[in-house]
């Protein structure tokens, strides 16, 4: 960590009080600077073409890397985390929903959060310029929770905590304010392929390498061909949008908690659907139980592809 400065760190402190008030559950910094560790790797990874059909990842190259390309004058990036996990289940049989699907779009309510938070970094530091990013913008959000200390990334390519395991979501505040940096966690993956061993797609090519084109999160959300691949035909074990496997036999989730936002809780006919009503799934029904969804993403005739090839 950087020599120790009371107003610095009194600053973050404040942050990291805010954070926790405004429903994250954890709020660590790192300075503004390029990624330089990650430059490398990001440049092969598109290469091997491990993105898809994902080509908006090969685009802004350079602003993905440094957060002052995004923000003038940036000189912390705070990230932030919210959880996620769910104890409740579907129907036995049913075509599984990943559970950070299960309520409201993450996206909208995280989103809101971060207005709300610089709204409070305005009043309390002055003007503030910052902007605040969660997964859509070209902007490496694991990357930052490893440097700021969040987490370690796991052989999966998710951030885990000892903690909290790895169901949460992660978002990023880029702002022109100096901030006490916080330091790395070491990794505690150690000896463990529990994620490698279970991935039914061989997807995790290698630990810490995914291939997001052989994923099935990829395949049941970003691929929008009208047919899935035949070659993976029985090996989705039953994820009709996005997967959870790998985070399921992670030992570090047995200390996931139940979340406690009410966004995030699933429309009361969800978890009771048998596998015969959601081969039965009409658009109309797919509007009602997914308005506000990030299953919106798919769409009705991209559920409804994903569904039947569970069937093949």
């Known amino acids: 960590m950087e020599a120790f400065d009371l107003k610095l760190q009194t600053r973050s402190e404040w942050v990291r009080t805010k954070a926790i008030e405004l429903g994250f559950i954890d709020c660590r910094i790192a300075k503004a600077s390029k990624l330089e560790e990650e430059e490398k790797f990001l440049e092969n990874w598109l290469k091997d073409q491990r ?158 390498v995914l291939d997001a084109s052989k994923c099935i999160s990829y395949f049941t959300i970003e691929l929008k061909d009208a047919q899935l691949p035949s070659e993976y035909q029985g090996k989705f074990n039953n994820w009709m949008f996005g997967c959870d496997i790998c985070q399921d036999v992670c030992p570090w989730n047995r200390f996931s908690k139940q979340h406690k936002e009410e966004d995030f809780d699933p429309h009361p006919e969800l978890l009771d659907r048998d596998k015969k009503a959601w081969d039965n799934l009409t658009e109309e029904k797919f509007q009602e139980l997914f308005s506000g969804s990030a299953v919106k993403r798919t769409k009705y005739s991209g559920l409804v592809r994903n569904i039947k090839f569970l069937n093949l």
């Open 51 to 208: 993105n898809g059909t994902m080509s908006y990842l090969e685009e802004n190259f350079e602003k993905r890397l440094d957060p002052r390309k995004l923000v003038d004058g940036a000189k912390s990036v705070i990230v932030l985390s919210m959880n996620y996990y769910s104890d409740l289940t579907q129907s036995e049989g049913a075509p599984k929903i990943s559970k950070y699907a299960y309520g409201r779009d993450y996206h909208k309510v995280i989103k809101k959060r971060l207005k709300q938070f610089l709204f409070l970094l305005n009043e309390q530091f002055g003007e503030v310029d910052g902007r605040g990013f969660v997964d859509s913008a070209p902007v490496m959000e694991k990357a930052w929770a490893r440097k700021s200390g969040l987490g370690w990334m796991g052989k999966h390519t998710n951030i885990i905590t000892k903690y909290e395991g790895s169901f949460y979501f992660l978002a990023v505040l880029i702002v022109d304010i100096e901030l006490a940096a916080d330091d790395p966690q070491t990794d505690h993956c150690g000896t463990c392929t529990a994620c490698i061993d279970a991935c039914p797609t061989d997807a995790i090519v290698a630990p810490y």
